[in-house]
């Protein structure tokens, strides 16, 4: 793998100018805000604008008389994970499993993802009465951030100018705005950390790394796979100089996910692991969710509606074989950008986060007909980075983007419809 330091911007041309692309991105940034909170408008329309409709709280996990401030409250109802973040966001340092009216399904699972609830506290100053709307308004700020980013690394690398646009079509992003989940702010600080990465700042990239798996510990296989570049660039016989300094510091977010989990265990004594059956054999899980959805095993709206059933469960099977495909194009152009240098980075990160994919469960990232969108997020925004580095035909690239496009658009008619 030959050396080659990080690319960076080029100054030549227009297109080139720092303060061009500044502009551009704070442009992406502003549309982003403005494109996904017009996707959520028929929603808080319907709920004549409470925002606690996003949070999808169920009567099973929430006493309604015995919250501190009213939310939507569904009856009969297991409710969404938005619930436990509400829960959480409320008092982030009282993490007993029950407290306000509502009990945590699995306090050592959730309280792993602490900072996008602790965020949400800070905004609110503590007031339970404005938690519904912070949780969507520091999501909408998340995905402001994430286009920022992701347009600044658009320039920084010198990729296609289309890759902003394909980050941001991702319906997992859809997903998590509309059931006030952690995965938006998460992929922000990852891609934050990756963008700092590249300009060389590394203590801001060990601080955005460490913020990212306190927030979606999903986040941690990409970053165990940059600190495994480092090592390899660190013992490299050719090496002429030293860069054990940079590794270490590379390495340091990898220690905040651990040093919390022995936190939750040792001071408030939740068990070490919990919620093991999201993880199984590789690729059995998705191949047990595509034989059931095909055969009709697996359905995912009520049982007399068999029409609309049949549409949702046809949207299952095309999106889901559109991400098999994403990835299977990402593993074929990951050799070719290992070969590139310093951008090989990308492919030893990615690469760890599409195999903890292939772990997931029918019962983990698959169990629902927009779960597995979540479950990706780091996958996908990483992998359209990769593909990036390394340009792929411009049929397929067109084909990816029309199926990010589609997906997006069934998920949002989903969001919807649930409500």
Same mark, same amino acid.
């Given at each position: 793998?030959?050396?080659?330091?990080?690319?960076?911007?080029?100054?030549?041309?227009?297109?080139?100018?720092?303060?061009?692309?500044?502009?551009?991105?704070?442009?992406?940034?502003?549309?982003?805000?403005?494109?996904?909170?017009?996707?959520?408008?028929?929603?808080?329309?319907?709920?004549?604008?409470?925002?606690?409709?996003?949070?999808?709280?169920?009567?099973?996990?929430?006493?309604?008389?015995?919250?501190?401030?009213?939310?939507?409250?569904?009856?009969?109802?297991?409710?969404?994970?938005?619930?436990?973040?509400?829960?959480?966001?409320?008092?982030?340092?009282?993490?007993?499993?029950?407290?306000?009216?509502?009990?945590?399904?699995?306090?050592?699972?959730?309280?792993?993802?602490?900072?996008?609830?602790?965020?949400?506290?800070?905004?609110?100053?503590?007031?339970?009465?404005?938690?519904?709307?912070?949780?969507?308004?520091?999501?909408?700020?998340?995905?402001?951030?994430?286009?920022?980013?992701?347009?600044? #690394?658009?320039?920084? @690398?010198?990729? !296609? $100018?289309?890759?902003?646009?394909?980050?941001?079509? /991702? *319906?997992?992003?859809? =997903? +998590?705005?509309?059931?006030?989940?952690?995965?938006?702010?998460?992929?922000?600080?990852?891609?934050?950390?990756?963008?700092?990465?590249?300009?060389?700042?590394?203590?801001?990239?060990?601080?955005?790394?460490?913020?990212?798996?306190?927030?979606?510990?999903?986040?941690?296989?990409?970053?165990?796979?940059?600190?495994?570049?480092?090592?390899?660039?660190?013992?490299?016989?050719?090496?002429?100089?030293?860069?054990?300094?940079?590794?270490?510091?590379?390495?340091?977010?990898?220690?905040?996910?651990?040093?919390?989990?022995?936190? #939750?265990?040792?001071? @408030?004594?939740? !068990? $070490?692991?919990?919620?093991?059956?999201?993880?199984? /054999? *590789?690729?059995?899980? =998705? +191949?047990?969710?595509?034989?059931?959805?095909?055969?009709?095993?697996?359905?995912?709206?009520?049982?007399?509606?068999?029409?609309?059933?049949?549409?949702?469960?046809?949207?299952?099977?095309?999106?889901?074989?559109?991400?098999?495909?994403?990835?299977?194009?990402?593993?074929?152009?990951?050799?070719?950008?290992?070969?590139?240098?310093?951008?090989?980075?990308?492919?030893?990160?990615?690469?760890?986060?599409?195999?903890?994919?292939?772990?997931?469960?029918?019962?983990?990232?698959?169990?629902?007909?927009?779960?597995?969108?979540?479950?990706?997020?780091?996958?996908?925004?990483?992998?359209?980075?990769?593909?990036?580095?390394?340009?792929? *035909?411009?049929?397929?690239?067109?084909?990816?983007?029309?199926?990010?496009?589609?997906?997006?658009?069934?998920?949002?008619?989903?969001?919807?419809?649930?409500?």
């Amino acid at each position: 793998m030959p050396e080659s330091s990080p690319p960076t911007l080029s100054m030549s041309g227009a297109h080139r100018d720092t303060k061009y692309w500044q502009r551009r991105a704070w442009a992406y940034a502003m549309a982003a805000v403005l494109g996904y909170a017009l996707l959520t408008l028929p929603i808080l329309t319907r709920h004549k604008f409470d925002p606690s409709i996003f949070i999808h709280g169920g009567d099973r996990f929430i006493d309604a008389t015995q919250l501190v401030s009213p939310i939507i409250v569904h009856p009969n109802s297991d409710g969404y994970d938005g619930q436990f973040f509400y829960r959480m966001a409320l008092s982030p340092f009282q993490l007993n499993p029950s407290a306000f009216g509502i009990r945590l399904d699995a306090p050592a699972y959730r309280t792993q993802r602490i900072f996008y609830p602790l965020l949400v506290w800070v905004t609110t100053f503590g007031h339970a009465a404005f938690v519904p709307v912070a949780m969507y308004l520091v999501n909408l700020v998340g995905l402001a951030a994430v286009a920022w980013f992701g347009t600044r #690394l658009t320039a920084r @690398l010198e990729l !296609p $100018a289309w890759i902003p646009l394909v980050i941001m079509l /991702w *319906p997992g992003f859809v =997903v +998590a705005l509309t059931h006030d989940t952690a995965e938006i702010v998460a992929a922000a600080f990852l891609l934050g950390a990756v963008y700092s990465y590249f300009a060389k700042r590394l203590f801001a990239y060990a601080v955005l790394g460490a913020l990212s798996t306190l927030t979606r510990q999903t986040t941690l296989p990409v970053l165990f796979g940059l600190a495994c570049f480092e090592v390899i660039q660190a013992i490299r016989p050719d090496r002429t100089d030293s860069r054990w300094h940079r590794t270490l510091i590379c390495a340091l977010p990898l220690a905040a996910f651990p040093l919390w989990l022995a936190i #939750l265990h040792w001071v @408030l004594g939740y !068990p $070490a692991q919990e919620r093991t059956n999201l993880l199984g /054999w *590789p690729f059995l899980g =998705v +191949a047990a969710v595509l034989r059931d959805t095909l055969i009709g095993a697996k359905h995912f709206v009520q049982p007399d509606r068999p029409t609309l059933d049949a549409v949702v469960r046809a949207y299952v099977v095309g999106s889901i074989c559109w991400l098999l495909g994403f990835c299977a194009v990402v593993v074929a152009r990951v050799p070719a950008v290992l070969r590139m240098g310093g951008t090989g980075a990308l492919a030893t990160g990615w690469l760890p986060a599409l195999a903890l994919m292939s772990l997931m469960t029918a019962r983990g990232g698959w169990v629902d007909q927009t779960g597995y969108f979540r479950a990706f997020t780091e996958c996908y925004v990483v992998g359209c980075l990769v593909l990036a580095v390394r340009p792929v *035909p411009r049929w397929v690239a067109w084909i990816m983007l029309a199926g990010a496009a589609l997906a997006l658009l069934g998920a949002w008619v989903l969001a919807i419809g649930e409500r």
